[in-house]
């Protein structure tokens, strides 16, 4: 695929919010295990309004409190992430323009897997009604990403296994290649189960889950239903790679 590579870094974003640091915990692990290093990036969100009021002569701007803010967080990302591989090599990352999809999108071209966190709890009063973050970089992207949650319940169907969701995927396919891969990394089996239906609550506490979509081309991939709800309902790491 254009834009990815095998033994390129593993990118995550980072936006100090616990879901960030979940994500970062996770790659950190992931690149370590795959041989990768890690870039950590943080994307500057800047309310709309914020260039209107910066544009006022009496008002500071309020963009030096963002940078500062940013910097601090790649900070205790690398920090973070050498607590998890002491000997990892780590390089960080400030996007300031763009959109938050658009920033990640460019910070991880020519990367082996991009990583982000879900977001919990209220969006800010300026983002309501925007596409949400994980779908819109979900449908561009050019490598495989990865929506992580670390709270999965213990107990679970399919506790401790590598789950492919996917009517029927060949043996030589891109999703079912990445699972073998991350399975064997880890040590343990691969399930291939439907995407729909009432198996999808259960594989909330799988190890991994691997979706796979098709790209026409250059173009946005359209995900189906069911791999959107399979995102949007993710309770523990859960990629998509594209074919």
Request: glycine share 12%; aromatic share 4%; net charge positive.
């Amino acid at each position: 695929m254009q834009g990815m590579r095998a033994d390129g870094p593993v990118v995550v974003g980072v936006d100090g919010s616990p879901g960030g640091w979940d994500a970062l915990v996770w790659a950190a692990a992931e690149a370590a295990a795959t041989g990768c290093s890690l870039r950590v990036v943080h994307v500057i969100e800047r309310p709309p309004l914020l260039d209107a009021w910066s544009g006022a002569g009496a008002v500071p701007d309020p963009s030096d409190g963002l940078r500062g803010a940013a910097a601090a967080i790649i900070a205790e990302g690398v920090r973070r992430a050498h607590e998890v591989v002491p000997d990892l090599a780590v390089v960080s990352r400030v996007e300031g323009d763009g959109s938050v999809p658009e920033a990640l999108i460019g910070a991880s071209s020519g990367s082996s897997l991009l990583v982000i966190g879900k977001r919990e709890g209220e969006r800010p009063w300026w983002r309501c009604g925007r596409r949400r973050i994980v779908v819109a970089i979900a449908r561009r992207s050019d490598c495989p990403v990865a929506v992580v949650e670390l709270r999965s319940r213990p107990g679970e169907v399919f506790a401790g296994w590598v789950l492919v969701l996917d009517e029927s995927p060949r043996r030589d396919s891109a999703v079912m290649r990445f699972a073998c891969t991350a399975a064997l990394h880890r040590g343990l089996d691969v399930a291939v189960v439907p995407p729909a239906g009432p198996v999808l609550p259960c594989h909330r506490g799988a190890a991994l889950v691997v979706l796979g979509a098709r790209r026409p081309g250059r173009r946005r991939v359209r995900l189906p239903v069911a791999t959107t709800r399979a995102l949007k309902a993710a309770r523990g790491p859960t990629v998509l790679v594209f074919a």
